[in-house]
């Protein structure tokens, strides 16, 4: 049987394809929009100013992280199980606890950027002039406060489409405001604007989505269900904690490249290393509405106990992953310059395509085993994550301190490359083993 056909008579994967298409048309749409607003970013402000904002919104995302429970994932993993076991008070209680903790600690990131803002403007930016910058854009941690739940909501309620329109919403406006600022004076607080939209936007949109699926599935009455307790919330508590730990590591190690880069070149180079890094995200546009859709059936099997169709759907997935980024690397490899060239509008971006080569071999292979961690976290292995990202990404930042200063962005790509590959290979083998 061909694999197109093996395709067509799963229902499973059926399903998983039918819910991503509506997130990948729109996440296309707003891929367009963002490529034209990155594209007038870099004309706007060069490498340096490029690399300025970057560094802003890289220091806000990281410390984000630190606080962060990833509640969607705590959603999908026991909100799932409890919708599909028909408990629907705990499923509500699980949903406003979540929300509550979400929203606490999105406030305390807020402070911890507000009260650090001088610090991180000396230290990464050296520019203590951007302090205001850090200030700013932080205020999306605030819009961004129940956004992790909203999102697992709308996962395990098949409802997750509906993200892609809120993201096509948020880019078009994003879009026109740095338009704006070929025509006004302070372009560079314009485009920070921009971004600060794209986060602001999303924020408060899948708030108010979710709480209309909330009621669609469970009724208005889910707001009267009691919290959960303390006993009944272990569990629940150690793997919102691993998650935690889990996201913190992996926001240090493999998404907060421009700190570190500003922390060891220069913000020129942040620039050089963020266009790199934005033609290679490219990658995400196809794999982030399949990882979206996919894990809430990776959980789903796993209650089930239907190991047998677990294996064959993640053969399948990691297939049709495979094939998508082997076509990609072609006109990476082949077009790359000149889609560097065409993005930024300045020849001086060239310079940046070896790193992005380097980039793109790492990118490639985690969103081709994509799977990796959901797969660990539904089977209840939240502590293996943790220390293989920590092993690998400690041996990563040792060589950042030693290879970084001397070869520039190209060895951050390819350490970043090779925390990808290491890290994400060993969580697929172990997930496979564990399944077989």
């Known amino acids: 049987m061909s694999l197109p056909s093996t395709f067509k008579d799963d229902p499973l994967l059926n399903r998983v394809l039918r819910s991503s298409a509506h997130l990948f048309t ?34 806000t995302s990281t410390v984000n992280s630190l606080f962060s429970f990833r509640m969607s994932e705590l959603v999908v993993r026991y909100g799932g199980e ?12 699980l949903i406003k606890s979540a929300a509550l ?74 879009l026109g405001i740095v338009i704006t600022a070929f025509f ?13 939209a794209s986060k602001v936007i999303p924020g408060l949109g899948l708030y108010f989505m979710g709480r209309r699926q909330l009621q669609n599935e469970l009724g208005v009455q889910w707001q009267n269900a009691p919290m959960m307790n303390i006993a009944e919330s272990r569990s629940l508590i150690r793997f919102a904690i691993s998650s935690n730990i889990s996201a913190t590591i992996i926001k240090i190690f493999r998404e907060s490249e421009s700190l570190w880069i500003g922390l060891f070149l220069s913000t020129e180079a ?38 047998t169709s677990l294996r064959s759907f993640l053969r399948k997935i990691t297939a049709l992953a495979f094939a998508i ?76 301190f030693w290879l970084v200063p001397q070869y520039g962005i190209l060895a951050a790509g390819a350490l970043l490359s090779f925390y990808y590959i290491a890290s994400v290979g060993i969580m697929a083998w172990r997930g496979v083993k564990e399944i077989q």
């Open 270 to 307: 942040v620039g050089y290393y963020k266009a790199a890094y934005s033609l290679v995200g490219f990658l995400s546009v196809p794999a982030d509405p399949l990882i979206a859709a996919t894990y809430p059936e990776i959980n789903r099997l796993i209650v089930q106990r239907a190991w």
């Open 325 to 400: 980024n082997a076509a990609a690397a072609l006109g990476f490899i082949f077009l790359g310059q000149f889609a560097l060239v065409i993005f930024t509008g300045r020849q001086e971006f060239v310079a940046a395509y070896p790193a992005m080569i380097a980039l793109f071999i790492g990118l490639a292979f985690n969103y081709t085993l994509f799977w990796n961690r959901p797969l660990l976290l539904s089977l209840g292995l939240t502590d293996y994550p943790i220390w293989t990202t920590l092993l690998v990404g400690l041996a990563k930042l040792a060589l950042a």
């Open 184 to 196: 006004l004076p302070n372009p560079l607080w314009i485009v920070l604007l921009a971004y600060l």
């Open 26 to 59: 729109s996440n296309t749409l707003s891929l367009g929009l963002s490529v034209v607003m990155s594209a007038l970013s870099f004309r706007l402000l060069g490498a340096s100013g490029s690399g300025l904002i970057a560094l802003v919104m890289s220091y």
């Open 82 to 93: 409890f919708l599909e076991k028909g408990e629907k008070e705990k499923a509500s209680a």
């Open 101 to 174: 903790a979400e929203a606490v600690v999105s406030v305390l990131a807020f402070l911890v950027v507000l009260i650090s803002s001088m610090w991180a403007s000396q230290t990464f930016t050296k520019s203590p002039d951007s302090k205001l910058m850090f200030i700013v854009f932080a205020l999306g941690l605030l819009a961004n406060f129940n956004t992790e739940t909203s999102t697992g909501i709308l996962q395990v309620t098949g409802k997750i489409r509906h993200q892609g329109t809120i993201n096509l919403i948020q880019s078009i406006i994003s």
